[in-house]
């Protein structure tokens, strides 16, 4: 081979592995939201709640970001997504109802986290942060629905 060919064929394969490079990324790239061996808790287009190895998470599907929901365990808890929202319940009883802002990490320490002395059965939470709850007394049974309005107060 000549130093011509040489160069010709170096060129060539260097053009070629490059065109490979993207395509090997692409399918390196892991599934940061869906980690091996986790369970889904809740999801929808913008976020993923999941469980693993005793913790829960929420991870936002179009970055990857995860964070680590604080006092939640996946399974004795209840969980739902809305918007850029988490709400989930964890603490004595699963009773403190707690709702981030998933983008900043931010809990409203006017509202949440607090400590309902029921067992929270269910959670919804809208696009805007205000959210609602289905609890029942550990002593009597008696259930109730508690929320947030809209307008910024704490819960009714």
């Known amino acids: 081979m000549t130093r011509h060919t040489t160069r010709i064929a170096v060129a060539a394969l260097a053009t070629f592995a490059a065109s490979l490079a993207p395509a090997a990324m692409a399918q390196a790239k ?8 986790s369970t889904t808790l809740s999801s929808d287009s913008y976020a993923r709640v999941y469980g693993k190895n005793g913790n829960a998470y929420v991870c936002v599907k179009a970055n990857g ?25 964890s603490g004595p009883q699963d009773s403190i109802v707690t709702v981030m802002h998933i983008p900043n990490r931010h809990v409203n320490p006017y509202w949440y986290p607090f400590d ?26 008696s259930t109730l629905v508690e929320g947030t309005d809209r307008s910024n107060h704490p819960p009714d």
């Open 116 to 141: 309902t002395n029921m067992h929270v059965e269910g959670i919804v939470v809208k696009s805007d942060g205000a959210a609602a709850w289905a609890a029942t007394s550990p002593s009597d049974g």
């Open 30 to 37: 892991p599934q940061t939201c869906k980690p091996r061996h």
């Open 65 to 89: 970001r995860t964070t680590l929901l604080q006092g939640a365990t996946p399974g004795n808890d209840v969980f739902a997504l809305g918007g850029k929202y988490v709400a989930y319940s």
